[in-house]
């Protein structure tokens, strides 16, 4: 996909980066004075910086208020979603997609572990025809031996279970076209989702960049390998029926060795001279075949809990409280008195096509030479 908007005389397009952040507090001025020397550098074009505080507990939010979204850039402007709770980090980039503005949108952690200096590279590759710009980690500072082995161990199972492959060591620091987020934004709204596979999955042109990620900037990572286990079961689920046709498969195996092990019995009864002992036997049929058993119940009940979230219909995110940066409003937003800010407090976001959420995106973006 080329875009033109680009090439016209006095116009900047507008690049929307959505950042995911969950207790980063320690690290994320650090990050944001990365992201904000290298954004400054691409005069050529508009910034819109979305921070979507994913229910952090510490100072993140303050921070993200006080010292980030009060600074003014010629060519960037700041947006702040701050949720209710905890939903994920899912859950985290699809808010940010459904809220940017932009032609492209770039989803990126806070952690430090995606550098900003990559930037430059995505955004070429996308004005190079992409749809999509997918960053591949070739490469990882503080990754040990066990992770590194669980990573490769998550990627080789999940691409033979999926009906789609998908690359290893692919991350959550990617660009997609507009084309691709309004997809992502009203056609895949599972609460089971894998964003960086649907990506890869959607069939549109993708091209796929190397990086090596540095150390965290603070703290360790927020995800525990249980956490990991989660993920990988969540994204099996996500992308392939497989486990059920294992289930059959297990059955059709069960009652092949049934028919032997009792045409066995049957013909040492009847022409044998010593009878098989019939309580091992017993023990060891019933062991094995009621082993078998529950573990069908488990996959089906897996999948069933996945149906069950998504008959619910409840919101993939509540947002607490948006912010966007140099605007003011009325009505049911309500201004900041102590900065240029305006607040949209207690309102359940789930939809861009909320009327006043596009009013104040559209507010915000007077300060760049937008095209839509």
């Known amino acids: 996909m080329q875009s033109n908007s680009k090439q016209e ?42 921070w979507v505080n994913d229910g952090s507990k510490d100072k993140t939010q303050v921070f993200i208020d006080e010292k980030i979204i009060v600074i003014i850039e010629n060519n960037i402007t700041h947006c702040s979603i701050e949720f209710s709770k905890n939903f994920g980090h899912e859950a985290a980039m699809i808010a940010g997609i459904d809220n940017a503005k932009g032609e492209a949108i770039i989803c990126m952690d806070a952690d430090g572990q995606h550098p900003p200096a990559e930037i430059a590279k995505m955004i070429a590759a996308f004005y190079a025809g992409n749809n999509s710009v997918l960053m591949e980690r070739i490469y990882r500072e503080d990754e040990g031996l066990f992770k590194k082995w669980l990573s490769s161990t998550f990627y080789v199972i999940i691409n033979k279970l999926s009906s789609i492959e998908i690359r290893n060591n692919a991350t959550d620091f990617f660009l997609i076209s507009r084309q691709v987020a309004d997809i992502l934004k009203f056609n895949y709204r599972e609460k089971n989702r894998l964003i960086r596979g649907y990506i890869q999955s959607l069939g549109f042109t993708l091209k796929v960049l190397p990086f090596k990620a540095p150390c965290r900037l603070s703290g360790e990572s927020r995800y525990s390998y249980t956490k990991l286990v989660k993920l990988a079961l969540d994204s099996v689920f996500a992308f392939s029926n497989k486990p059920l046709r294992i289930s059959i498969v297990f059955s059709v195996l069960f009652i092949l060795l049934t028919v032997l092990f009792g045409g066995y019995s049957l013909g040492m009864y009847l022409f044998g001279d010593t009878p098989p002992s019939g309580y091992t036997s017993i023990i060891l049929l019933l062991t094995f075949s009621f082993s078998l058993l529950f573990l069908t119940i488990t996959i089906l009940s897996l999948y069933f809990e996945k149906v069950i979230q998504e008959l619910r219909q409840r919101p993939l995110y509540l947002i607490k409280r948006l912010r966007v940066g140099n605007t003011r409003t009325s009505g049911d937003i309500h201004s900041s008195k102590d900065n240029d800010f305006s607040i949209f407090e207690d309102h359940a976001i789930m939809r861009v096509t909320n009327h006043d959420l596009e009013t104040i995106a559209n507010k915000q973006l007077q300060s760049c030479n937008y095209i839509d």
């Open 9 to 50: 005389a006095g116009k900047s397009p507008l690049i929307s980066v959505v950042i995911s952040l969950y207790n980063e507090a320690d690290g994320v001025l650090n990050f944001w004075s990365d992201l904000r020397e290298e954004l400054t550098t691409l005069t050529e074009f508009c910034f819109e910086v979305i």
